[in-house]
């Protein structure tokens, strides 16, 4: 299977500990995005990367998200001083670069934040 | 901004019945529309896409019609089956800029034997 993969799929966190998850998205994809999804909600944006640079970030990203995508191929999220409200599902997407392609999602890392 | 509402579940059916779920957009241009679904314990798989005004998607028996008219991209099918039961979100993408995704809240349907 070659779909877009994310690690780790469950992760279990104190409040105040930092946390990072991987993405690892489909290997011709050169757009990669981040989602978060919280219960009972659709996925909002995140951040989006070309190739290896991040072009846009959205308002719900403070200072204590950070992510990377390094050579253009592997992206991680880390999260700082996690916070309860940081409890989501964090969903990684990739797709080709063309007006109506489609973006494929991987399983997601499902955070919680005790 | 752009914003997508959706109908709000959950949707109980029982097995044959028709479905439909309701989908209305604010977008400027010309964006794409698409429904992705979600089974319980997976991720989000796309399930039909319309990238124009009057394109119909279509997919395992689920069609979407894009009305431009009506700003609408309601999801039809006309005979459900249990192993339908999922969350169905409806999205737009720009077709310029960074095109990321704006989804509804999602419509869960319950379909029963």
């Known amino acids: 299977d070659t779909g877009v993969s994310q690690d780790p799929r469950h992760k279990i966190t104190k409040r105040g500990q930092n946390v990072t998850f991987r993405c690892d998205p489909i290997s011709e994809h050169n757009r990669l995005y981040w989602y978060r999804q919280t219960l009972g909600q659709g996925p909002e944006f995140l951040t989006y990367?070309?190739?290896?640079?991040?072009?846009?970030k959205s308002r719900l990203l403070s200072d204590r998200f950070s992510a990377e995508r390094p050579k253009g191929s592997f992206s991680t999220l880390e999260i700082q001083r996690t916070e309860q409200g940081d409890s989501a599902m964090y969903l990684c997407a990739s797709r080709v670069t063309g007006a109506t392609d489609t973006q494929y999602f991987g399983p997601g890392t499902r955070l919680t934040v005790l | 901004g752009n914003s997508v509402t959706q109908m709000e579940g959950p949707v109980t059916l029982s097995e044959e019945a028709f479905l439909t779920i309701n989908c209305t957009y604010t977008a400027t241009g010309y964006p794409s529309l698409f429904w992705y679904v979600q089974y319980p314990g997976e991720g989000l798989q796309l399930l039909l896409k319309?990238?124009?005004?009057?394109d119909k998607g279509s997919n395992k028996g689920f069609e979407a019609t894009y009305r431009k008219e009506t700003t609408s991209f309601h999801l039809e099918k006309g005979s459900v089956q249990v192993s339908d039961s999922a969350v169905y979100f409806c999205a737009l993408s720009g077709n310029t800029g960074f095109q990321k995704l704006v989804f509804g809240t999602g419509t869960r349907l319950l379909v029963s034997p």
């Open positions: 319309a990238t124009k005004a009057d």
């Open positions: 990367f070309q190739n290896e640079a991040q072009l846009e």
